[in-house]
């Protein structure tokens, strides 16, 4: 069955980076548009990054151009988001999906942004 795992996140200070990571399985991941999503304290989720299949394709919310990288090791069956320069704002649950069928989630990792 699809499986998504996500890891990395914690807590951090404003202006530190973590990297996120997504390990897929249950499916042919180098075929697969994957994309990472946030949700804030009493927000609605929200897409953060998009990567094609093969990887040449990205695209950023504006919230997080220039200080975010969606990235992807087809060999690894592994999408990553190397997160900069992070902000307050950016404390949220992390989703990665695999965008097929219905789409499928993972269970999310937690980012905190504090001092």
């Known amino acids: 069955q699809v499986q998504l795992v996500e890891s990395g996140g914690g807590l951090v200070q404003p202006g530190g980076s973590l990297r996120l990571s997504c390990a897929a399985s249950g499916f042919t991941f180098s075929n697969i548009i994957m994309r990472w999503y946030r949700q804030g304290p009493g927000k609605e989720r929200e897409l953060v990054a998009h990567i094609s299949s093969t990887g040449r394709f990205t695209n950023y919310a504006d919230s997080v151009k220039g200080r975010f990288t969606i990235s992807r090791d087809n060999a690894k069956n592994t999408v990553y988001l190397q997160m900069n320069n992070l902000k307050s704002d950016d404390t949220a649950v992390y989703y990665c999906?695999?965008?097929?069928?219905?789409?499928?989630w993972g269970q999310g990792t937690q980012v905190t942004v504090s001092s």
């Open positions: 999906k695999a965008v097929f069928r219905t789409g499928y």
